[in-house]
Structure formats: C-alpha cells, structure tokens
C-alpha cells in the first residue's frame, strides 16, 4: 500500500532529513577548509539529499510550490543545524588538543590525558564566563566576536597558560555561515522543484526542454 500523496511527500521529507543527517557530520569538518571551498559540499550534499526527496516523492506529483519550498528548508534546517551542533560539540576538544600540541615535553606527574581533560574544561569555563550562556550559544558568540582563547592548565608542579588563535573567526566565520545555510536548501530545493508539475521527469528520462 503506498502513502496518500500529501503524505507521501512528508514522507519524503522525514527520509531526507534522517539521511542528512551523516551528511550534516561531514560538514562540520568540510566547512573549515580554505577559501570557502567547504561550501562546495554544501551545494554537492544539498543535491544528493535533495534526489533521495525526489525519488520518494515522484508519485505524488503535482506538489504545492509552497509545500516543497517548506519541505526544503525543513530538512536543510536539520541537516545544517546538525552541522554546526557537531561543531560547537568538538570545540573544547579542538581547542584542548592544539593546547597539548604547543608542550614540547609534558609536566612531571602529568599524563596526556590530565591536561586534555583540563584544557576542554578551561575552555568550557571561558564560554560560560566570558561568553555567555556558554554551550554551543557561547561558542557562536566567541566565534562571531573574536580570534583567540585563553586556556590554563594546572600540573602538581606548574601552571599552563596559552593564547590559541583561529583564523577563520569573526566576520570571515559569520560570511561562512551565511553562505552554508544559503547553499544548502538552494541545492535541496532546485532538484525537487519540478516536482511542482504533472510531467515532472523520471529517474530514467532527462528533464524536457522548453520549447521557444
């Protein structure tokens, strides 16, 4: 028995946004690499969730504009949400693990594990104190506002203090972000677009060409 054809649709939907899910994990990697080139797997992972929408949904053409428009932004909400909820989750332990790389030896009495430990609860410190309600609320505000973080470390024998820098902060984090969430339901909604229409193409037959 196949789903009534506005469910179907929902349906489609819900699918999509569960598999987008892997795909949002991906991106919370793929955002930071150079020149805004991670915003290329915005575009290609829109696309790619975007054809699985399709394919479920195909019988149930014609769909509401409105209805795919809200689908789209649906699931690129949870997969671009899920994206940056990954990100602010490994902050701390970034931050922790380029603090361990800047020791050369480490303390006396002091494990690797002692100090990362330390520098993810020193950060989650400062968030909370410095920015707000900490969390990932107050990673966004840090990284929206500034290029740097204090960590300390306490050993039995000393205290650890570093200055870490991040170079894709502020305005260049806030443009990144923009542009991903702008990207990503663009891609989801060009591929289940024509599914606004009774002759929307098939999986096995090419999309028709206007005729002047």
């Known amino acids: 028995m196949t789903a009534p054809r506005p469910a179907r649709w929902w349906l489609a939907v819900l699918v999509a946004a569960v598999v987008s899910l892997p795909f949002g994990y ?5 955002a930071f690499l150079l020149a805004y080139f991670g915003l290329f797997f915005f575009l290609l992972f829109g696309l790619l969730v975007g ?4 394919r479920i949904a195909l019988p149930a053409r014609p769909i509401p504009r409105w209805q795919l428009l809200t689908g789209s932004l649906v699931v690129a909400a949870v997969c671009g949400g ?8 490994q902050f701390p332990q970034d931050a922790a693990e380029r603090t361990l790389k800047t020791l050369r030896i480490l303390p006396e009495g002091t494990t690797r594990d002692d100090i990362l430990q330390q520098a993810r609860a020193s950060v989650e410190k400062y968030l909370v104190e410095n920015h707000w309600p900490g969390g990932a609320l107050g990673y966004m505000r840090w990284k929206a506002t500034a290029r740097s973080l204090p960590v300390e470390v306490k050993t039995p ?8 820098r991040y170079r894709g902060n502020r305005l260049w984090w806030i443009v990144r972000v923009i542009l991903s969430l702008t990207f990503l339901p663009y891609a989801v909604h060009a591929v289940v677009k024509p599914l606004s229409k009774v002759d929307a193409p098939t999986q096995s037959e ?3 060409a206007d005729t002047p």
């Open 82 to 89: 899920f994206s940056l909820a990954v990100e602010c989750w």
């Open 26 to 30: 991906l991106l919370s990697y793929g």
């Open 157 to 164: 024998t000393m205290t650890i203090s570093r200055m870490i």
């Open 206 to 208: 090419p999309p028709a």
């Open 51 to 54: 054809a699985v929408m399709y």
